[in-house]
């Protein structure tokens, strides 16, 4: 047709790709923009918070020294989830609960897991306490122990014993029948407050 020309095949082709790929709603590019840089500025905004909250909290080199904390915490247990280390782990963790239980549940010995059915005279009960008495155990007598025993003299143990069993049924919330419990407890009770020298207005000052 005289005037005009036909458009090459190649750039026709070319059009039509960007037609096809053009969005038909330009609101709906919009919106998903809007949205993604919505949710990233939210994010760099509680990011920045807990930064300065941080900061204000802690300091600076507090701050430094927590990151390094729990940078060194997340990378050790990477390291310990590794195939070859965790089953190490587990191994040693394994035998030192087997030395723990072993400890703490000694082998050998009976085992009264249920009352018995008829009840144990004197000399048996004694014979019973006797054995539970002379377990193997670590020897707090030599004076090795420490936050376990805080007096073991012998005359002590024995006035001790003396005092328990001269109020072995004795019950503080009765004081009409055990008025002399209720007279020990009540001086405890004013000897502490002593200690942090309290009067009868209240409060302490040291």
């Known amino acids: 047709m005289p005037g005009s020309s036909r458009m090459p095949i190649s750039l026709r082709e070319s059009l039509n790709s960007v037609k096809r790929s053009r969005p038909s709603n330009p609101w709906?590019?919009?919106?998903?923009?809007?949205?993604?840089?919505?949710?990233?500025?939210?994010?760099?905004?509680?990011?920045?918070?807990?930064?300065f909250w941080k900061l204000k909290g802690r300091g600076l080199l507090g701050t430094i020294a927590e990151l390094y904390t729990d940078t060194r915490r997340i990378l050790y247990g990477y390291f310990l989830r590794a195939p070859g280390v965790r089953?190490?782990?587990?191994?040693?963790?394994?035998?030192?609960l087997a030395k723990v239980q072993a400890k703490m549940i000694p082998a050998g010995g009976s085992r009264y897991l249920a009352l018995p059915k008829e009840g144990w005279t004197d000399e048996a009960l004694r014979?019973?306490?006797?054995?539970?008495?002379a377990m193997d155990h670590t020897?707090?007598?030599?004076?090795?122990?420490?936050?376990?025993?805080?007096?073991g003299e012998d005359g002590l143990l024995k006035l001790q014993t003396e005092a328990y069993g001269k109020f072995t049924v004795a019950n503080p919330i009765h004081p009409d029948v055990f008025p002399g419990v209720r007279k020990m407890e009540a001086?405890?009770?004013?000897?502490?407050?002593?200690?942090?020298?309290?009067?009868?207005?209240?409060?302490?000052s040291c």
């Open 127 to 133: 014979t019973e306490l006797e054995a539970l008495a």
């Open 28 to 51: 709906q590019v919009i919106n998903l923009d809007l949205l993604r840089n919505i949710v990233f500025f939210l994010f760099v905004l509680r990011l920045v918070r807990r930064t």
């Open 139 to 151: 020897r707090w007598e030599d004076g090795f122990v420490s936050g376990a025993v805080y007096h």
């Open 187 to 204: 001086e405890v009770v004013a000897m502490v407050l002593s200690l942090f020298h309290a009067t009868s207005q209240g409060g302490s």
């Open 87 to 96: 089953s190490q782990v587990r191994k040693q963790v394994n035998e030192s």
